[in-house]
């Protein structure tokens, strides 16, 4: 297992693994856009030289923005998705942020728990955020 930081290069197989995990996934196009923005950070993990695992945040001034975590399916409660966060979290505070924050679908226990335990806390619903229409839960975490 190789935990790393994105490659342009990377971007086939996470937009390929973002398809998989997700009903409304990011296009290779936005995946690319946020990595070329200068704002962004993102993450993986390997598994014999196959993207399992990856992440990426939007870090601004003092704030952190987590926008994307996902394992493959083979690969979850494993501790990758908890490892993805944590060194996207070190890194928004390496660069200055103060506060990180992400929105989950409400749908998604397994991944609020997961936030719930790395120390975030839920502020509110966003009503129809998803494009099939499901709500999000906004969660907050202090850093630092």
Known sequence: M???EWRMEDLDEIAALEAECFSDPWTRRMLADSFLSG?????LIEEDGTVVAYGGVGIAFDEAEIQLIAVSEMYRRCGRGRMILEELLREAERRGAKQAFLEVR???ASA???YLKSGFTGLYCRTRYYADGED???MKKELG
């Open 2 to 4: 190789m935990l790393r």
């Open 136 to 138: 999000a839960v906004v």
């Open 112 to 114: 609020q728990i997961l």
């Open 106 to 108: 409400v749908s998604n």
């Open 39 to 43: 704002r962004f950070y993102g993450v």
